[in-house]
């Protein structure tokens, strides 16, 4: 087995567009009949999966409706459907090495008991021994793709190292994320400008691996030639394929470990996601969108649509902050012979240790080394200093930027004493989460406050205070919008 290093491998997908997708089956539920149900039954199922535990042995599948279930989530960089234009700036599979790579790997927890959900993202790099094969980078366990049993070997893989056995999978590649992000009509997204690396020459490279260098004229942008990114920071809808490249992404000018970053966008956008995807609004197109969407995934016999159902009813309190999102930690400087790997922190087997157990997690795995923390794992308050209505504008754009706000809006009384006017309120020892926020609010002094009581961070808004649009210029006492947010030590 072999794992490639290719500019092309990395590509990272946010699973985003599969639990979006779910989302939309739970506006079925009450729509559609028994013959519904019957018709979706095999719509995307792949067989030959069987849940095991450590060592291999065949396990009975769980009932997620009563019982604490894992899904394995998983993206790979597969060409497969692309247009000519696409291959040709992406490359074909040939030209990525031939083979499949699962290059998003998470595992989404859930457990009726607690009426809650955690979302565990892998690193593509994580060293560890793969069943049957040795050690290697944990995306080559997916080599083959669907067609050679991936996986149920990555499934494997993912079993001996955490002790989690695997219920169900679901899988997308390029062309499905594309196509179901298109089926939704879009995604609403808030991106901040610390990013933006036009007018000038941008690096690059083919399909073949060849470096290219670009020149871009547009000022202001955020570009990126490997994914085919070019947004202009601000809230606005992304289309498929350019929420595609937004995912995909790992070399941006604050990339300080690509792969680390790419893991944070891709939780920021699966919250976001799911926020847009529970408003009535969306909720209402569910009956017509719910084939094409569930015929651009893959997922195993046994993961029925009334099953999928009880996940999207898991995931929907993740603008309550009924679901947390970790990630793996680890050493992304090790080195095995040439390759450039991530060695897994001690600290994950708490993660993994807590999961089984069904207890609380503590703080390890929402921040990754020299990486600022995902806006999907910064808790934000708001607080309405009497502003006649701004707070409210303040929390939206919170909510479609990815942030955890299911602190809600506060009254005043819950200012923390010594504060005037508009600030962004931090505990001590949360700046990095407080320079996250930051980045969306210019303009906004950050201040340091012990009285600040119940969530890292919150952002009094009294209605002196004009909303600056994110991605635009800066002001005193915040971060200038060019500026990197503070990293995790």
């Known amino acids: 087995m072999t794992s490639s290093s290719a500019p092309h491998s990395g590509l990272l997908r946010a699973l985003v567009a599969i639990t979006a997708s779910l989302s939309l089956v739970v506006g079925i539920a009450s729509v559609a009949g028994a013959v519904r149900w019957v018709q979706l039954r095999n719509v995307g199922t792949e067989s030959g999966f069987t849940k095991t535990d450590k060592g291999g ?247 029925l649509p009334g099953d999928l159902v009880y996940l999207v009813g898991q995931l929907r309190g993740i603008s309550t902050g009924a679901v947390e999102f970790r990630a793996v930690p680890g050493d992304a400087t090790a080195m095995i012979g040439t390759q450039s790997v991530v060695k897994m922190d001690p600290s994950a087997k708490e993660i993994f240790a807590a999961i089984r157990e069904g207890k609380p997690i503590t703080g390890v795995g929402t921040q990754l080394i020299n990486t600022p923390p995902s806006e999907a794992n910064t808790t934000v308050a708001v607080i309405d200093a009497d502003s006649r209505g701004k707070a409210a504008g303040v929390e939206d754009l919170l909510v479609r930027a990815g942030f955890d706000v299911s602190p809600g809006i506060w009254d005043a009384s819950k200012a923390p004493t010594g504060v005037h006017g508009a600030a962004i309120v931090f505990r001590p020892g949360q700046d990095a989460y407080a320079h996250v926020v930051a980045s969306y609010f210019p303009g906004l002094k950050l201040v340091s406050s012990a009285a600040l009581h119940g969530v890292p961070v919150a952002i009094v808004v009294p209605a002196t205070y004009h909303v600056t649009p994110a991605g635009s210029g800066s002001g005193t006492g915040s971060p200038a919008t060019n500026q990197c947010p503070s990293p995790s030590p």
Not at 78 to 89: D, E, F, I, K, P
Not at 128 to 152: R, T
């Open 57 to 303: 042995h065949a396990l009975p599948t769980s009932n997620c409706a009563t019982e604490p279930c894992n899904y394995l989530l998983l993206g790979s960089d597969s060409r497969a459907g692309l247009n000519a234009q696409q291959t040709t700036a992406f490359g074909n599979n040939k030209d990525i090495g031939g083979s499949n790579r699962a290059d998003t790997i998470m595992l989404v927890h859930t457990d009726p008991r607690l009426q809650k959900a955690i979302v565990l993202s892998f690193p593509r790099d994580l060293w560890v021994h793969i069943p049957g094969h040795g050690m290697n980078k944990i995306n080559a366990a997916f080599e083959g793709g669907l067609e050679h049993g991936g996986p149920q070997l990555l499934a494997q893989t993912i079993t001996d190292l955490t002790g989690l056995s695997i219920d169900h999978y679901l899988y997308v590649d390029l062309n499905g994320f594309e196509k179901v992000v298109d089926t939704l009509g879009g995604v609403d997204m808030c991106i901040p400008a610390y990013n933006v690396n036009t007018p000038g020459w941008v690096d690059g490279s083919d399909a073949k691996g060849n470096v290219v260098r670009t020149y871009y004229n547009e000022v202001g942008h955020i570009v990126d030639p490997n994914t085919g990114l070019d947004v202009v920071p601000g809230c606005q809808r992304l289309v498929g394929l350019q929420a595609l490249a937004y995912v995909r992404t790992r070399h941006l000018p604050c990339d300080a470990i690509p792969d680390f970053s790419r893991i944070g966008r891709q939780q920021q956008f699966m919250r976001s996601v799911i926020n847009q995807m529970l408003s009535p609004s969306e909720i209402v197109k569910a009956p017509g969108l719910v084939s094409p969407v569930l015929a651009s995934l893959h997922r195993d016999k046994k993961l």
